[in-house]
């Protein structure tokens, strides 16, 4: 043989399967020898595996439901802790008024620009850039400018 065999071919080998030149090249080749031995060597390591004994089975671990006690305490305390951190419920005075519709309005409208303010407190709010002039400045790699008036070029 010119070549050595392949692994299937070694198998084969082991098997009594193979062609009697297959079989003299592995007798003569030093690198076949050692593969053949390994092949032999892990299929007798599989053969004594396949039969030993089987290992005594271990002990099934506890149910499932065991913690559910547990969760649910835990679970208890969690909702009487936020209880008692955030305290009783606010209360309107007895004969007190509710607030007014524009009194609602004119609330909302300044926690709205409190939360959304942009810049310092007093200046006027800059524009955002338009969706379309973010989504061309990431694909050039950078932030879109902004023009003179403060707001992006388009």
Known sequence: MKRCPSEPALVKAYAGAASESLQAHVRSCAGCGERLARIVRDVDLVERTLR?????RAPAHAPRWVWAPAAAAVAAAAVVALAVATGPPARVA??????????????????SSALFLVGEPGAESL??????AIVQAALAGGWPARSAAGGPER
């Open 52 to 56: 030993a004994p089987r290992p005594a």
């Open 94 to 111: 007895p004969g007190a008024a509710p607030p007014s519709d524009a009194e609602v309005r004119a609330a909302v409208r300044d926690v």
């Open 127 to 132: 524009s955002r850039p338009s969706s379309t």
